[in-house]
């Protein structure tokens, strides 16, 4: 079983992806139930398997090999913190592909999003210099 593992593992499946494949060719868990994908992954910290995405992605973390970002990456390029970046995927300022529940963001962001974006953090961040001096009595 670790062989056919490391066969769809190899065809970048998710876990749950393998557990799928796994119980159609018949194999079950030692208590005799399907695979789920939880069971995949306990399997593949046992046997030393990296998780689909780890091959992908820099050892930072940051991006992707083939050069897109992860929310973390897009925080850091931008200098801001991740929530904001899951904000503006949701407000429709920044465009990725979920991979899955539990799994990363894949995200293109191009210089120009990338200068627009930062002159917003910009402006929400810079707070005009007023006076509170009371001019009467000068």
Not at 100 to 121: C, F, I, K, N, P
Request: glycine share 14%; charged share 20%; net charge positive.
């Amino acid at each position: 079983m670790q062989a056919r593992r490391s066969q769809l593992h190899a065809a970048r499946q998710t876990d749950a992806q393998v557990a799928v494949g796994l119980n159609a060719e018949g194999y079950r868990t030692p208590s005799g139930r399907p695979f789920r994908g939880k069971n995949v992954w306990y399997l593949r910290q046992l046997w030393g398997m990296p998780g689909e995405q780890a091959s992908e992605i820099t050892a930072d973390g940051l991006r992707w090999v083939d050069g897109s970002y992860t929310v973390r990456g897009v925080g850091q390029a931008l200098g801001v913190p991740k929530s904001t970046g899951h904000r503006w995927l949701k407000q429709g300022r920044l465009e990725g592909t979920h991979l899955g529940l539990g799994r990363l963001w894949r995200m293109q962001l191009t210089d120009e999003q990338s200068h627009a974006l930062r002159g917003q953090v910009h402006r929400a961040t810079h707070i005009p210099f007023i006076s509170r001096r009371n001019d009467k009595g000068s």
